[in-house]
């Protein structure tokens, strides 16, 4: 058994075996390092004599090496004694309602409201998804230390802001549920369009967000919006096999080969969105239907834009938002022309409220190329070009704009 075969374990058990030993402890910066260490001592002796039970050795080897920590403790004695057994623990010994309690627990810590937004992204890659600070900083193009010190920070801020491993009340989970969405959303979204970088898709990161949204679907199946969240990234990530060519280059909504749009992601799509939708759609299932209603169309032409006018309406009362509004200008175009959405534009740009976006002048200088007005349209589509961070959607943007020499 190899380091591949070590990382797969990882990437399942990880949230169960670091759930388990904060409960275990009551310290969750120990129980993630003592289950990096026992990551660790895979790598060397697994290829040497591969365990039975390899998910039951990480949990027996992370608990020991968490007790040795504990031992180098003078002041917790006490707790030493109460955990200083060696026998070996796997999943199967553990009430499996227990554990999926602490593995939502454990979602609640990482996302905690104390922490920052990159903190709390990290955290939960890290401790939730498995993923190590190497593979963390490829997904976001930033350097390995800085990961590794917002991953570091986050733990010394639980402890010191002494947050609890435990469920949040009944009354104020929903509350805080928002905030798990929310980061769940985030690293959804950087994988489906990559802020910056040479590549459109982070696959790898999309679907670990997918991942991550189908568990905690499993542990609250009574919310909606948790559902809404799952759907919106199962019909998103449905386009991705058509959204690049071969070289890696965009290829635009217009011009996708939809036979190669992933069928099976959008059932389960439209499964969730069915569950999302029994006590009406939060802004997650609304972002959900919308992108239900491209799913089901056969082409750009035949879909139904006036109905994706008013899903963006309707998003725009729950969650409103500048983009909110720039999606709906987009689909206003394709429903009432190119005129009647640029007034909405205008109207974001006069309020300055996407301040060095690179969106609103891709979105305007698009508009103004229909309605023929074409040098406007090219000075846009450069200024859009000079935004963007993303070295793919920049070369579509240049592009767009020599065309309209």
């Not at 609640?108 to 190590?132: M, Q, W, Y």
């Not at 690293?187 to 459109?200: K, P, Q, V, W």
């Not at 999302?276 to 082409?299: D, F, K, M, N, V």
């Not at 959405?341 to 698009?366: F, M, N, Q, Y």
Request: net charge neutral; with cysteine; aromatic share 4%.
């Amino acid at each position: 058994m190899g380091a591949t075969d070590v990382e797969a374990v990882w990437r399942i058990e990880s949230a169960r075996i670091v759930a388990a030993l904060t409960r275990f402890t009551g310290d969750f910066g120990l129980a993630e390092d003592a289950a990096q260490e026992a990551v660790a001592e895979a790598l060397v002796s697994w290829p040497l004599a591969c365990p039975a039970n390899p998910a039951g050795w990480l949990m027996a080897t992370a608990r020991r090496r968490a007790i040795d920590a504990i031992r180098r403790r003078s002041a917790l004695r006490d707790r030493y004694a109460l955990l200083a057994t060696d026998e070996e623990i796997g999943p199967e010994d553990i009430d499996p309602d227990r554990i999926d309690d602490d593995v939502l627990a454990l979602m609640f810590v990482s996302c905690h409201p104390v922490l920052s937004p990159e903190a709390r992204v990290a955290l939960t890659l890290r401790v939730v998804g498995g993923l190590s600070s190497e593979q963390i900083a490829r997904a976001f193009l930033v350097p390995v230390p800085t990961v590794q010190a917002r991953i570091t920070r986050a733990k010394k801020t639980i402890a010191a802001t002494g947050v609890p491993f435990e469920l949040p009340a009944a009354g104020e989970r929903r509350g805080r549920l928002g905030g798990v969405l929310s980061v769940l959303y985030v690293i959804f979204t950087e994988g489906s369009t990559a802020t910056s970088g040479d590549r459109l898709l982070r696959p790898d990161l999309a679907y670990e967000a997918i991942r991550l949204t189908r568990t905690l679907a499993a542990l609250q199946p009574d919310e909606p919006e948790v559902h809404g969240l799952l759907a919106l990234c199962e019909l998103t990530a449905a386009r991705f096999p058509a959204r690049t060519g071969p070289d890696g280059s965009p290829i635009l909504l217009t011009d996708q080969d939809r036979r190669r749009w992933d069928f099976s992601a959008i059932r389960r799509g439209l499964a969730a969105l069915a569950k999302a939708s029994t006590r009406g759609l939060g802004p997650y299932g609304l972002q959900a239907a919308i992108a239900a209603t491209h799913a089901s169309a056969p082409s750009v032409e035949a879909t139904d834009w006036d109905r994706i006018v008013l899903l963006y309406e309707a998003l725009g009362r729950v969650a409103p938002s500048p983009v909110v509004e720039l999606n709906r200008a987009v689909a206003v175009a394709m429903a009432s022309g190119p005129a009647q959405a640029l007034a909405i534009v205008d109207e974001l740009i006069a309020s300055d409220r996407l301040p060095g976006s690179h969106l609103v002048p891709t979105v305007r200088g698009e508009l103004l190329a229909r309605l023929g007005r074409r040098p406007e349209a090219r000075t846009e589509l450069e200024l859009a070009a000079r935004l963007c961070a993303n070295q793919r959607e920049r070369s579509v943007l240049l592009r767009k704009a020599a065309a309209l020499d």
